[in-house]
């Protein structure tokens, strides 16, 4: 806006003390106020780009208005708040001024003088006013005149938006044991178990209609109800304790495995179906006494004398002793015969399924594993690290993270496989340990999931060029965003056409791609998308950087306005 400041307004304003009352400072004033300061600021607006506050100042000067033995200094300042920042003063002199070498106002014709000036800008500018000290000399006289302002309309502040993903998805992986070739999040899992009188394979009424079968028939009716949904296999998993008549019955574990696997197909209503016939759809597992599994539970148990319990069993010089051992502290220890011991006389069985990629997002899958709310839930499949592994990645997809790296540990003790490793980063990046999730992901790399894994460690710790190279191996947003945020506007822009856009905040990152390579038609249809999905976008887009070149545009100012 072009302000014009007259300086008989000014010189009113003048301070009393500056009225000297000698005849040269009377003329000193009386010149001064002839001569019109006309000045005004471009652009109007004023704007920071980067950080910086650029601008022109021009003041102008009418013939005879200069006086030709006088300095002019003009210090523009800008007021933010209580604060005040000076910037560079801008001096001027009359023709007949000696010993300076400042600009000069031809007294005759008269002057138009512009400046450019530059300053930071700091917090709390956006509101702020420009002003301007003046102040004139001749010889050894001098006087203030009031400041004046330059302009009040504010700085926009042209700055890069903190851009966020909804979230980040570190991605589990499955052993391909029981599912092979799909993704963790397109596998569905339905299990139950039922426990074993000891020494005996009867299945009594009470386990048969247990709210744990009742359960899991209802979740498997929902299963066999979907027509997307297809079932993989049947892994059945039977355990012995180590007790004495358990360990004298030797046929113990297949008669229980065989009892099981008709009650389960029967129950489950799998019988006589074509998955059923095939002989590789149940996978068979048996613990003929099942120690490990028993260390694992008096581990988690209140017994007082725990520690030394397993120490002694473990120390046994060979099987007979360790039976006398156990025996022994069965007579002692009611909690182990009652409580600890029957949980390892069971059968447990787990039916994976798979729903097609195309439909995932569409249904929701069955994760019905009521092991995972056992206290020890790792005993059901001490032996199997994969199904460890696999189980602890449902436990990984529920949120379970404590249950999931607990079931991990468990399965790593049994094989240091980078699969199970992946998943222990998954666990420790979800729980914001991203140091320790690294350490995994590095052990497993050899796993594509564990190097996008490590690319997402790598992209929320702005390390983007060292991202980009893991994010590849799975190229969604992700990918898109670290290149973005690296400058690989042009890589950007190509991964943002080629994946599924999910929300207004993805059309707005390509908008901002397209912008940087000038890619006009591109960035406003991006952003009008945008936009249209989320209206408070257009108050960025209003003062995103990316956008500053395009500020003249029709088409750029019709869709912010």
């Given at each position: 806006m072009k302000r014009t400041f007259l300086m008989t307004g000014l010189a009113v304003l003048t301070l009393a003390f500056f009225m000297t009352g000698c005849n040269s400072m009377k003329k000193l004033q009386k010149e001064v106020i002839e001569t019109a300061v006309v000045g005004y600021v471009n652009p109007e607006q004023l704007e920071s780009v980067n950080g910086v506050v650029n601008f022109n100042y021009t003041i102008n000067f009418a013939p005879k208005q200069f006086d030709k033995k006088m300095i002019l200094k003009i210090t523009p300042k800008i007021q933010y708040g209580s604060q005040m920042m000076n910037l560079q003063p801008m001096f001027l002199q009359g023709e007949n001024v000696k010993n300076a070498s400042y600009p000069v106002v031809n007294y005759d014709k008269g002057t138009s003088f512009t400046q450019k000036m530059s300053f930071n800008f700091k917090p709390g500018m956006e509101d702020g006013v420009l002003w301007a000290d003046?102040?004139?000399?001749?010889?050894?006289?001098?006087?203030m005149l009031s400041p004046v302002i330059l302009n009040k309309n504010g700085i926009k502040v042209w700055k890069q938006p903190a851009f966020?993903?909804?979230g980040v998805n570190y991605v589990p992986a499955m052993t391909e044991t029981f599912v092979?070739?799909?993704?963790?999040?397109?596998?569905?899992?339905?299990?139950?178990y039922v426990m074993f009188p000891l020494g005996k394979s009867t299945i009594s009424q009470a386990e048969q209609n247990s709210p744990v079968m009742t359960q899991a028939v209802k979740a498997m009716e929902k299963v066999l109800a979907d027509k997307n949904a297809k079932i993989t296999n049947m892994f059945i998993y039977v355990s012995n304790s180590p007790e004495g008549a358990e360990r004298?019955?030797?046929?113990?574990?297949n008669?229980?495995?065989r009892s099981a696997k008709s009650f389960f197909e029967k129950d489950l209503k799998l019988q006589n179906t074509p998955m059923a016939r095939n002989p590789k759809f149940v996978v068979q597992q048996t613990v003929t006494e099942n120690w490990n599994g028993l260390y694992m539970l008096l581990g988690d148990s209140n017994i007082k004398n725990k520690d030394q319990i397993i120490k002694d069993l473990?120390?046994?010089?060979?099987?007979?002793?360790?039976?006398?051992?156990?025996?022994?502290?069965?007579?002692?220890i009611p909690e182990l015969k009652e409580v600890i011991l029957p949980v390892l006389r069971r059968a447990d069985f787990f039916v994976f399924y798979t729903v097609?990629?195309?439909?995932?997002?569409?249904?929701?899958?069955?994760?019905?594993?009521?092991?995972?709310?056992?206290?020890?839930?790792?005993?059901?499949?001490?032996?199997?690290?994969?199904?460890?592994?696999?189980?602890?990645?449902?436990?990984i997809n529920n949120k379970e993270y404590s249950k999931a790296q607990k079931i991990l540990e468990a399965a790593v003790a049994l094989k240091q496989d980078a699969t199970v490793n992946n998943n222990l980063g998954v666990i420790h990046a979800q729980m914001g340990h991203k140091r320790e999730a690294a350490q995994y992901f590095d052990k497993a790399k050899i796993r594509k999931e564990a190097r996008y894994n490590m690319g997402l460690i790598l992209m929320q710790n702005g390390e983007y060029a060292k991202a980009i190279p893991y994010l590849k191996d799975k190229p969604n947003i992700n990918l898109a965003y670290a290149q973005l945020m690296n400058n690989d506007n042009r890589a950007a822009l190509e991964t943002f056409r080629k994946i599924k856009m999910q929300n207004a905040m993805d059309y707005y990152m390509q908008a901002v791609a397209a912008a940087r390579i000038k890619d006009t038609k591109e960035m406003a249809v991006s952003l009008q998308k945008a936009i249209q999905m989320q209206p408070d976008l257009k108050n960025w887009a209003a003062t995103d950087i990316s956008f500053y070149p395009y500020k003249g545009d029709p088409v750029y100012m019709q869709i912010v306005k």
């Open positions: 003046i102040e004139a000399m001749r010889g050894n006289k001098s006087f966020t993903l909804d092979s070739d799909v993704p963790a999040e397109a596998v569905g899992v339905v299990s139950g004298l019955n030797k046929n113990l574990a008669t229980r495995f473990k120390s046994a010089p060979n099987a007979t002793a360790r039976n006398k051992v156990i025996d022994s502290y069965i007579a002692k097609p990629t195309t439909v995932q997002e569409d249904v929701q899958l069955t994760y019905f594993v009521p092991q995972l709310t056992e206290k020890t839930p790792a005993v059901t499949a001490q032996t199997n690290w994969q199904l460890l592994n696999d189980l602890a990645v449902m436990a």
